[in-house]
C-alpha cells in the first residue's frame, strides 16, 4: 500500500520537517508537517501547499501519483506562508489550476504575498465545488488561526480538511492517530491548542457547531496526524478547552538572581499544595514559554516571580508575559512576587500586566528584600493557601 493513501484516491503529498525546533517561538519538540492533500478526480484537486522550503518535495510527491500539470484546483485553506509557501512554484508546475481561496480575507492574504497574477476564484461558507465523483463545501473559520482561514469538506468521503484546526506539531512517519502513541498525539494537540489557539475559544466553539454536524470519518490537519480513531476525543478536547473553565492546577513560574525569588516560589508551591492544588513549577531559564502556557491553558491559578534588575524584571519574566498576554487565557486567579535589593520595581510591573491579563488578583502582591527568611516563607505558604481554602 502507499503509504501516502489518505483513503482511495486521496493522498498526502506535503512534507515532514523533522527538524524544526521553533515555530515563530512556539517550542516544536517533536518537529511538525505541512500536511497536503492530493485528490484523484476529474478534476484533479490539490489541497493546501507546504513551507516554501519545501515545494520540491511537494511537487516530487505529486509527481509520483500524477503530472502536476493536470492539477485543476489548488485549494488555499489559509494563506499563512507554512501551507502557502509553495503556491508560485505549484502554479508554476500546474498552469491550468485556479487557486481557490476564501472571500474576502484569503483572497486579500494571496495578494498581498503572492501579487495580483494567481489565477484564483473565491468561495464563502457554503459554497461547492464538483470534482467529478467528489464534491468539495467550504467552511470559513476566522482566526482559526488567520482571518482568512478555512475548512474544506468532502461529504463522499465523510473526510474535512481542516487546516491549521485540530492540528499538532509533531513529525511522523505514520501519517494516522492511531499509528502513534495516544498520549503523545493528544499532549501535542493540546500544546498546539495552547499556543495557537487559546485566544480564540469563541471562534472555535463557532466552528465546532458546524463541525460536529458533519458525518466524519477522517479530519486531515494541515499539520501532524490525520485524526482517523480518536475524532471524537479531539473534537471534545477543542469543545472543553473553548469553554475556559479552569481546573485545580496552579502555575508557578519565575526567574531568578541568586536564589531569593526562587525560594519564594518554591513556598508558593508548597501553599498550592497544602491546599490541594496541582501545581506545575517553571524556573524560566530551564523552561520554554511555549511549553509553560501549555500549563496555563488549564489552570486557575498564576504566580510569576522576578527579582528587580536594573529597575526592571528579569528579561526572561517580560518576554512570558508578552507571549502570555498574547494568548488572552481566561478565568483566572494571579499574583506577581519576588525579591528586591533596593528599588524592587519588578513586582508591580508584574502585577500590572497580570492585571492587563484581566486575571483576578489571588493575593497582594508578595515583596522580600534580599533574602526572605524561614518566617518569611512559611509565612507566604500560608498566605497562598488561606487564599485558596
Ligand atoms: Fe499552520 Fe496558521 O498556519
Not at 506545575?280 to 528587580?308: M, Q, R
Not at 502582591?365 to 488561606?386: C, G, H, I, N, W
Request: net charge negative.
Amino acid at each position: 500500500m502507499n503509504q501516502n493513501l489518505v483513503t482511495p484516491g486521496i493522498y498526502q503529498v506535503g512534507a515532514v520537517d523533522w527538524n524544526v525546533r521553533s515555530f515563530h517561538g512556539y517550542r516544536t519538540a517533536r518537529g511538525t508537517s505541512y500536511n497536503a492533500y492530493l485528490i484523484l478526480d476529474e478534476k484533479i484537486t490539490l489541497i493546501d501547499t507546504v513551507k516554501r522550503p519545501f515545494a520540491k518535495e511537494l511537487l516530487e510527491n505529486i509527481s509520483a501519483i500524477v503530472d502536476p500539470t493536470r492539477i485543476d484546483y489548488i485549494i488555499s485553506n489559509h494563506v499563512e506562508p507554512d501551507h502557502s509557501g509553495a503556491l508560485q512554484e505549484v502554479c508554476a508546475a500546474a498552469p491550468n489550476a485556479t487557486v481557490i481561496t476564501s472571500d474576502p480575507n484569503g483572497l486579500k492574504g494571496l495578494m498581498l504575498h503572492y501579487g495580483k497574477d494567481l489565477p484564483y476564484r473565491t468561495v464563502k461558507s457554503g459554497d461547492s465545488l464538483s470534482l467529478g465523483k467528489r464534491t468539495l463545501t467550504f467552511v470559513q473559520t476566522p482566526m482559526l488561526h488567520w482571518p482568512d482561514s478555512m475548512v474544506t469538506y468532502c461529504p463522499e468521503e465523510k473526510l474535512l480538511f481542516s487546516n491549521d484546526a485540530f492540528g499538532q506539531h509533531l513529525a511522523a512517519s505514520a501519517m494516522f492517530d492511531d499509528q502513534n502513541p495516544k498520549d503523545v498525539v493528544m499532549a501535542e494537540a493540546e500544546k498546539y491548542y495552547a499556543n495557537i489557539l487559546m485566544p480564540f475559544g469563541a471562534q472555535v466553539k463557532k466552528a465546532l457547531s458546524t463541525v460536529s454536524k458533519l458525518e466524519l470519518s477522517l479530519v486531515a490537519p494541515a499539520h501532524g496526524l490525520i485524526w482517523r480513531s480518536g475524532i471524537q476525543d479531539i473534537l471534545e478536547k477543542y469543545a472543553y478547552f473553548a469553554d475556559d473553565v479552569p481546573e485545580n492546577r496552579a502555575v508557578v513560574v519565575y526567574d531568578s538572581m541568586w536564589g531569593s525569588t526562587e525560594a519564594m516560589a518554591r513556598a508558593i508551591a508548597q501553599g498550592f499544595a497544602d491546599a490541594d492544588v496541582r501545581v506545575a513549577f517553571y524556573d524560566l531559564k530551564e523552561n520554554h514559554i511555549s511549553d509553560i502556557v501549555t500549563a496555563v491553558l488549564k489552570a486557575k491559578y498564576i504566580a510569576v516571580g522576578s527579582p528587580t534588575l536594573n529597575n526592571n524584571m528579569m528579561p526572561n519574566v517580560s518576554a512570558f508575559l508578552t507571549y502570555l498576554t498574547g494568548l488572552s487565557p481566561k478565568n483566572k486567579k494571579a499574583f506577581a512576587f519576588g525579591s528586591y535589593g533596593w528599588g524592587g520595581q519588578s513586582v508591580p510591573q508584574i502585577q500590572q500586566a497580570l492585571a492587563a491579563c484581566k486575571f483576578e488578583p489571588l493575593l497582594e502582591p508578595a515583596k522580600s528584600v534580599y533574602v526572605p527568611t524561614f518566617e518569611d516563607l512559611q509565612a507566604l505558604r500560608r498566605m497562598v493557601k488561606e487564599a485558596i481554602l
